[in-house]
């Protein structure tokens, strides 16, 4: 059963930083696409960065270049969001992703996804 468990959201101050985590079962990371994505209130979900599994190399969307970073940790099944630099524009929910076959910035490529995980920023 494939399961993606999202954590590491709160309530931070601008200027910050936080890393979530997505644990995932039922699969493994290093042979699957994964992904996140965020969700701002009144507004369409929207990609953020993704990991293509073959070459463990990060695709950011373009807003997400220079505060963002993706990265994985095989040995514990994990993909993580490390977002430095908060700002207001940056709350949202944020979900994980994941999908055997496909891969990109777009929510319609992955067929599993976590519960999401709030991140909330402060002035």
């Known amino acids: 059963d494939v399961q993606l468990q999202a954590s590491g959201g709160g309530l931070v101050q601008a200027g910050g930083s936080l890393r979530l985590s997505c644990t995932a079962s039922?699969?493994?990371?290093?042979?699957?696409?994964t992904a996140w994505f965020r969700q701002a209130p009144g507004k369409e979900r929207e990609g953020v960065s993704c990991?293509?599994?073959?070459?463990?190399?990060?695709y950011y969307a373009d807003f997400a270049k220079s505060r963002f970073t993706m990265s994985r940790d095989n040995a514990k099944n994990t993909v993580y969001l490390q977002i430095d630099n908060l700002k207001n524009e940056d709350t949202a929910v944020y979900f994980c992703?994941?999908?055997?076959?496909?891969w990109g910035l777009g929510s319609s490529w992955y067929s599993y996804w976590g519960q999401g995980t709030q991140v909330t920023v402060s002035s």
């Open positions: 992703a994941a999908d055997p076959t496909d």
């Open positions: 039922g699969f493994i990371v290093d042979d699957w696409h």
């Open positions: 990991i293509e599994h073959s070459d463990d190399r990060a």
